[in-house]
């Protein structure tokens, strides 16, 4: 073996045992007591998860007229410090842009600096015949096996219903995965024009402005479509009770409806646009942050399973120089919250330790379910013979403050501030490769490889 993790409780999504994990070229290749190899390392006393998967998150995104504030080389950096290695991103397609042209942009912007390992939806901004008839197709030949729709952002990103079920449609027949951002953006449109127009200019009139039925509305909605167009659909950052309702109703029928939610849901709420001193802008995305009777629904959908993915939609801005952009007017605060660095120990402290699942859950939640469900699996996701080692050790009695100093992503402000986890990782590794030891980063800038993906796990 070139490596051996010695002594170490494995959790995979079904299983707990002790064994010694052997690595040969990047791969793991035994699993047995009592290995030997080139290099030990000691788990004693640790967990070894299979590392996190983050599907959702934009690095150096142009939103909003800025920027988001991590490129692929800080945010890639930043995950595997946390627990993650596999991270797929949103390229996005611009006005008179092909899909190809997109995707190229993306790559570009990832090569070289992505740390850790990585793959891309392609979002879809303008339906073309060249995309349904063509591009699509291609892209799933490339790799990219899933499509993402905005329903909301009036004026940029969002689509008509007629883009949407077109998409359903054409990925039904490429077995490709629809996602879908779920709000209804006209309703917003209104609501936020009505608001500014009323001279109402603080944060708390995001969230105004973003009512939890114009989510469950468009949730609805998708999910019509999908079923119409008799294909899955995937609703991304799912943040309130009414939406999961409509998941819940979906899935009770056997229609394959797959829905992510995000810790910022289920630990903060509207209070937090309430704060002093314009802090409220830090909990600005959308959908916004609910009432706090929304968390326990979205606890007990991770916990039933309505709900199957926890990715983050890591999209930070500084507060000085970004936020403040918006400091007279809600609409023009940029959109978007850090969390790549945070989400696994964030569930692991709050999720397993607070009793609402398992360990082997939680592995399903922030790691198994997303390599299915996305087409990494079984090279991801996992701990078997033939996956890739990438592994997480983690000391489930590490304590660590969230604090900006013991974080490394390239953001002013943790929101997380308050907060020491219980639980978290010491150990990160990649194909084999030690990438995070004790906290710090000692992988390569631009050693993550770009993952051809192949279709969604039958669902
Ligand atoms: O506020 C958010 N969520 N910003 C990122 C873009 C998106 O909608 O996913
Ligand atoms: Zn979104
Ligand atoms: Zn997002």
Redesign the pocket.
């Known amino acids: 073996m070139d490596t051996v993790v010695t002594n170490g409780t494995i959790i995979t999504a079904t299983e707990t045992y002790r064994a010694d994990i052997g690595i040969e070229n990047g791969k793991i290749t035994a699993l047995a007591r009592g290995l030997e190899g080139a290099e030990t390392i000691d788990a004693e006393g640790n967990y070894v998860f299979p590392g996190g998967i983050d599907i959702h998150t ?1 690095f150096e ?1 142009p ?1 909003m007229g800025t920027v988001s504030a991590d490129d692929f080389e800080t945010g890639s950096i930043a995950a595997a410090c946390g627990g993650t290695t596999t991270f797929v991103d949103f390229a996005i397609q611009g006005e008179g842009e092909s899909l190809h042209q997109a995707l190229q942009t993306w790559m570009e912007r990832a090569s070289g600096k992505a740390a850790i390992d990585y793959g891309f939806h392609v979002a879809i901004g303008d339906m073309t015949d060249e995309v349904m008839n063509k591009e699509m197709a291609e892209l799933v030949e490339q790799g990219i096996t899933s499509f993402k729709l ?1 329903m ?2 009036k004026g940029t990103f969002m689509v008509d219903d007629e883009t949407l079920f077109k998409s359903l449609i054409k990925a039904n027949e490429l077995g490709a995965l629809i996602m879908v ?1 779920a709000e209804n953006g006209d309703v917003l449109n209104y609501l936020i024009n009505k608001h500014i127009a009323e001279g109402k200019l603080e944060p708390i009139w995001h969230a105004r402005s973003h009512p939890p039925e114009a989510e469950a509305e468009a949730v609805g909605r998708a999910i019509i479509l999908a079923r119409l167009a008799g294909t899955p659909i995937y609703v ?2 799912l943040s309130a009770a009414d939406a999961l309702e409509k998941v819940k109703e979906a899935r009770d029928q056997g229609q394959p409806v797959l829905a992510e939610t995000c810790p910022q849901y289920l630990l903060f709420s509207t209070q937090h646009y309430e704060l002093p001193g314009f802090e409220g802008a830090k909990y600005v ?2 959908p916004p942050l609910r009432d706090k009777s929304n968390q326990e629904p979205l606890w007990q959908g991770l916990a039933s399973d309505d709900l199957q993915v926890v990715g983050t ?1 890591h ?1 930070p801005f500084n507060f000085v120089g970004q936020k403040d952009m918006g400091k007279d007017d809600f609409s023009k605060i940029p ?2 919250m850090p969390g790549v660095e945070t989400r696994v120990p964030l569930m692991y402290h709050f999720g397993v330790n607070e009793g609402w699942f398992s360990v082997n859950r939680f592995v399903e939640l922030v790691s198994t379910n997303p390599a299915r469900l996305f087409g990494l699996a079984p090279q991801k996701g996992t701990i078997s013979i033939g996956a890739d080692a990438d592994l997480v050790i983690f000391d489930s009695e590490k304590e660590v403050r969230l604090s900006v100093e013991n974080l490394h992503m390239n953001v002013d402000h943790s929101p997380y501030d308050h907060i020491t986890v219980k639980g978290y990782p010491v150990l990160t590794m990649q194909r084999g490769r030690i990438i995070v030891k004790d906290g710090e980063f000692v992988g390569d800038a631009g050693a993550g490889q770009f993952l051809r993906r192949s279709s969604p796990a039958s669902i």
């Open positions: 934009h995104l939103f905005f909301a952002y951002h991304v950052h995305m959308s939609d999209c959109n978007g």
